[in-house]
């Protein structure tokens, strides 16, 4: 069985707790119990190994023993949220599943057989090695949504070699290989996965307060929103000790405040794709953005101010688009960065960057310049055409001051005076009063 490994490592961890969901306490020998109940309505139900499987669900432990029995099954697993629910028919069909198991918020669950054989190859191929396999959608954010086919035997290696034991806060849903990292470390190393009711700063808050939550990852945008609210100041956080970040370019007013509200946690940017999975990270200090990504089964170099990536634990390919990968097996990130010796600064993705007259502005840093405004609650940079430079600045901001759009434009560009060059100060400026940011809490650059 693919999880054999992982299931002596539950049988060791007994009556420890491995999911705090809806204020209970699951332990690891209940996690046991689930995965072998699963296995049996499984196989009464006809669901037959190596088939295409749907979960459609948020996490729950249910959720989780059902994930962990279809691994042990060797099924291909599409997980879906409640976040893609819009999107739930399209990615069905793309990823040509064969069943759908489908667990609402009280875990009563339903199982949909469809009338399918799979005929890509790639999947073709997994079920002919008899390998579980996890397919996994990007955001979006860039293009259509892209498939990533990944072997989850290559995923879970990396989960075999002992870390920390730690209480984590899962904020990334399962349909994201971030939250399937949180997930598989979290276990592997007899932590406890804490899933909040609400992925709100109060919500978060509290849950982080009532059940000591020791590492909470999570993204630039929110960690914004957290500071916003202050809701971080009514709770007794002090069994956090690590914040990670990721998904999203952190911009440097951002990370300094968060730094100051947080004076005794430490501040990890993370990095990871949908094509290529998490990788090990370390920061050069909590208030910096420069970053070592790396180690042990990944490779990276840079090229021209470009990010390139090859990874053992690579997606065997996408389902709906051709392979990002070189003949040598490197994938070029997209994502532009300077280099400091070993540590490299991520700036942002080339497909973002703007270009005022042959001149790049990178979004993330005129954010992070708007947002020490007084009254700026969130902010979107991007690009806009214009028929003499090309491109400009445009910015969508969100304000609390109620100042009209002409006050707001004037004072913007006297506080960017002196901290911006003129061409990176945005030309145009839109007042919104609606979130700037998506379900996945990242921020929204196109309509």
Known sequence: MPIAWLLDQF???????????QDREFSYGWLIDQIAAWQDRLDSRNVMPGQVVALASDYSPKAIALL???IGRRNIIVPLTSVTAGEKQKFLAIAEVQVVITLDDSDEWQLD??????????????QIAQEPGLIVFSSGSTGDNKAALHSFDRLLEKYKKPRHRQRILVFLLLDHLG?????????????AVITPMQRTPEEICRAIERYQAQVLPT??????????????QRFDLSSLELITYGTEVMPESTLRRVRDAFPNVRLLQTYGLTELGVMRSKSRASDSLW?????????????????????????LGYLNAPSPFDADGWMNTGDKV????????????????????GRKVYPA???????LMDGVEDVVVSAEPHPITGQIVAAKVKISTGESISDFRKRMREFCRDKLSTYMIPQKVVLVDKPLYGKRFKRIRKD
């Open 11 to 21: 049988k060791q961890y007994g009556p420890n707790p491995a999911v705090i969901y």
């Open 68 to 70: 962990l029995a279809l």
């Open 113 to 126: 057989f469809r009338s399918i054989t799979p005929q890509h190859n790639l999947i073709q191929a997994l």
């Open 179 to 191: 939250g399937i990292n949180t997930l598989f470390h979290t276990l592997a190393n007899g932590g």
């Open 219 to 232: 993204s630039p945008t929110f960690l914004n929103l957290l500071l916003l609210s202050a809701a971080y």
């Open 291 to 315: 970053v070592k990504v790396g180690g042990e089964g990944f490779e990276t170099k840079v090229v021209n101010g470009t990010l390139f990536i090859r990874a053992q634990s690579a997606m």
């Open 338 to 357: 300077e280099v400091d010796g070993e540590w490299i600064r991520i700036l942002g993705r080339e497909s973002e960057i703007i270009n005022v007259g």
């Open 365 to 371: 840093e005129v954010e992070g310049v708007l947002q």
